[in-house]
Structure formats: C-alpha cells, structure tokens
C-alpha cells in the first residue's frame, strides 16, 4: 500500500495577521501608554499595527502598519549590530552577555557587577555601546541613521528632535547610570556627550513595515537581502538572535521566549520585533505596555501568530 504525502498550503500571512489584528487590538485597553516622557504620553493607545515580511521578501500588514512611532529600546538592537560588526567578541570587554532579571533602567546590579552591564539591552548595556560608537565613527549619529535607513530599505527613516531633547531633560536615571559606570572606567568619552547618542537612537521613528524589513539581515543569517550585504557574520548573527531571545524583552524576556519563542527586541514606544530564522520577520506597535514596559497586544499578536502558524524557533 502506498501513501500519498498530503501537501500542506502554505501558511497565507496576509490572512493570518488580519485575523490575530482583530482578535487583539482590544487588549491595548489592559495597558498604559509610557508616560514619563510628554513626548511619547501624547501617543493615541489606539493606534496598532502589524508587519511581515518573509524570507522570499514579501510584506505583509494589518492595522497602522504606515505611522511611524518611537522605536525606543528597539534601537539597542541596532547600535549594538554596529558595534558588534566593528569590535567582534571584544565587546564582552565592555559588557556581559546574561538575562538582568531587572527592569530595563536598574541600576542595581552595576555595583556588585564593577560597571559592567549585564547585556546590550537594557540601558545600561545600550549607554556603553553608544560609549563605543562614539569611539568607532566620525560621526555615530550619521552612521546610525544611514545604517538603518539600509537594513529597512527607508531613506525616510529619520530622529525625532522633540523625543531626543524631551529624553534629555527627563533622563535622570540614565545620567546617574552613565556617570555609575563612568566612575567604574566603562564609560570613556564624556557623559553629555554618550547620551547624546543614546537620547537620539531612542528618538528614531519608523513604521511597522520598515522595522519587519530592518531585521530581515537576521532572517538571512547576517546578510542585508536587500543588497547582499554582509551585516553580521553566520557566528554573529547566531549570537546576536540568542541575545535577543534571553535579553530583548528585559525582566520579560523568559515569559516571551515561553509564550512566543522568537527573538524579539521591544520598546517603551509599543513597538516589537521579532523573526524566525530563515522564514520571516514580524514588527508590531501598539504603545499601551504592561508594567514591565513591553506592549501588551504586540506580546499576544505574536504568540497567536506562532501558536497559530505552527511556526516559532523551537
Ligand atoms: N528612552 C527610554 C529610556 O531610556 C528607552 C527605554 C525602553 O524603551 N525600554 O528609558
């Protein structure tokens, strides 16, 4: 007897994140839309949008797919990729490569720790690669901005002055923790001068549709498929997306790997990004978070979508 193999149809993603866009979009009422800048506490929490983009290219949405938002702690992802490309595994000189367990902006751990953040994605992590790239480019603002403009295929990408300067006058707690390891010997350039950039990564906006496309180097293990470029190595890439699994969702980011099993990175500005290797990359925004600061219906639209798809990284 023989038996014939039924081919599956493939997964229509255009449908599916239609579907989950209507099955979420009520729970941004569970949350609150970050507040302690009045820049970002202006955001209207109604607003949500999903972006897919797969392996072959194709983009997929639903909802505000085309307003752009604050991309907050989601640049940490990209400052980091363009230390990491320049520096290698020298960066574990600076920082560490382990979960925190705190909330994004603690400052806890660096006296046990000498200075030495936990991972590149909490503030402290990000301040010291900021640290970096003021060391690596003539001008890290401009090489940023022109990075990202590539990974997402967006010259329009752009910094939003009123954020970076409403970041400036309200980020205490970033100040005290810059000048906390500057005292350790792991900040070398001026404070002012580090935040700066810092203040102006969280500051960048872009669109759900530009954010799915600017992580699709990672879907194409560290190649840039919009021009063939290599952005990360194989290895690089490999250890980047296992950071971004155990540390891109802050003190979360075991719940989000239990939940969803993606690597993902989020912000305070309600977006997330997350992919599956060799298969696609899923951008989300909706500004009203939990308590942890990550977007509430962004965190359940992704866990539909892989529990649905069938399709996660385990
Ligand atoms: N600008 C925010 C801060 O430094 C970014 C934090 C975040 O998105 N988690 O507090």
Same mark, same amino acid.
């Not at 229509?12 to 609150?32: C, F, N, R, V, W």
């Not at 500057?182 to 580090?194: A, C, G, L, Q």
């Given at each position: 007897?023989?038996?014939?193999?039924?081919?599956?149809?493939?997964?229509?993603?255009?449908?599916?994140?239609?579907?989950?866009?209507?099955?979420?979009?009520?729970?941004?009422?569970?949350?609150?839309?970050?507040?302690?800048?009045?820049?970002?506490?202006?955001?209207?929490?109604?607003?949500?949008?999903?972006?897919? &983009?797969?392996?072959?290219?194709?983009?997929?949405? *639903?909802?505000?797919?085309?307003?752009?938002?604050?991309? %907050? $702690? #989601? +640049?940490?992802?990209?400052?980091?990729?363009?230390?990491?490309?320049?520096?290698?595994?020298?960066?574990?000189?600076?920082?560490?490569?382990?979960?925190?367990?705190?909330?994004?902006?603690?400052?806890?751990?660096?006296?046990?720790?000498?200075?030495?953040?936990?991972?590149?994605?909490?503030?402290?992590?990000?301040?010291?690669?900021?640290?970096?790239?003021?060391?690596?480019?003539?001008?890290?603002?401009?090489?940023?901005?022109?990075?990202?403009?590539?990974?997402?295929?967006?010259?329009?990408?752009?910094?939003?002055?009123?954020?970076?300067?409403?970041?400036?006058?309200?980020?205490?707690?970033?100040?005290?923790?810059?000048?906390?390891?500057?005292?350790?010997?792991?900040?070398?350039?001026?404070?002012?001068? &580090?935040?700066?950039?810092?203040?102006?990564?969280? *500051?960048?906006?872009?669109?759900?549709?530009?954010?799915? %496309? $600017? #992580? +699709?180097?990672?879907?194409?293990?560290?190649?840039?498929?919009?021009?063939?470029?290599?952005?990360?190595?194989?290895?690089?890439?490999?250890?980047?997306?296992?950071?971004?699994?155990?540390?891109?969702?802050?003190?979360?980011?075991?719940?989000?790997?239990?939940?969803?099993?993606?690597?993902?990175?989020?912000?305070?500005?309600?977006?997330?990004?997350?992919?599956?290797?060799?298969?696609?990359?899923?951008?989300?925004?909706?500004?009203?978070?939990?308590?942890?600061?990550?977007?509430?219906?962004?965190?359940?639209?992704?866990?539909?979508?892989?529990?649905?798809?069938?399709?996660?990284?385990?």
């Amino acid at each position: 007897m023989t038996h014939q193999l039924e081919s599956i149809p493939p997964i229509d993603y255009q449908q599916l994140i239609e579907t989950i866009y209507h099955e979420t979009k009520h729970l941004a009422q569970l949350g609150k839309v970050a507040d302690y800048i009045p820049a970002l506490a202006r955001v209207n929490p109604d607003l949500f949008g999903l972006s897919v &983009v797969t392996q072959e290219g194709k983009l997929h949405y *639903a909802g505000d797919h085309e307003v752009p938002f604050s991309i %907050q $702690s #989601v +640049s940490k992802l990209f400052t980091f990729t363009l230390a990491f490309s320049h520096l290698g595994s020298s960066i574990w000189n600076r920082l560490d490569r382990e979960p925190s367990g705190t909330s994004f902006n603690s400052l806890i751990q660096l006296e046990y720790e000498h200075g030495i953040p936990r991972n590149p994605f909490i503030n402290a992590g990000a301040i010291v690669v900021a640290d970096l790239l003021l060391d690596l480019c003539k001008d890290p603002l401009e090489s940023l901005l022109s990075f990202i403009q590539e990974l997402s295929g967006n010259n329009q990408v752009n910094y939003n002055e009123d954020v970076a300067e409403s970041e400036r006058l309200t980020g205490h707690r970033n100040f005290a923790l810059a000048h906390f390891m500057k005292s350790f010997r792991n900040i070398h350039n001026p404070v002012e001068k &580090v935040l700066d950039i810092y203040f102006h990564q969280c *500051a960048i906006e872009m669109n759900t549709d530009s954010l799915a %496309q $600017s #992580v +699709s180097f990672l879907v194409h293990n560290g190649i840039n498929p919009l021009n063939g470029k290599t952005v990360l190595n194989p290895s690089q890439a490999k250890r980047l997306k296992a950071l971004m699994l155990t540390t891109g969702l802050y003190n979360e980011s075991g719940d989000f790997a239990f939940r969803v099993g993606m690597p993902a990175k989020s912000g305070v500005g309600g977006g997330i990004v997350a992919l599956i290797p060799d298969v696609l990359s899923i951008a989300g925004f909706s500004p009203a978070l939990n308590e942890k600061g990550n977007s509430i219906a962004c965190i359940e639209a992704m866990e539909r979508f892989t529990t649905y798809s069938g399709k996660s990284i385990f």
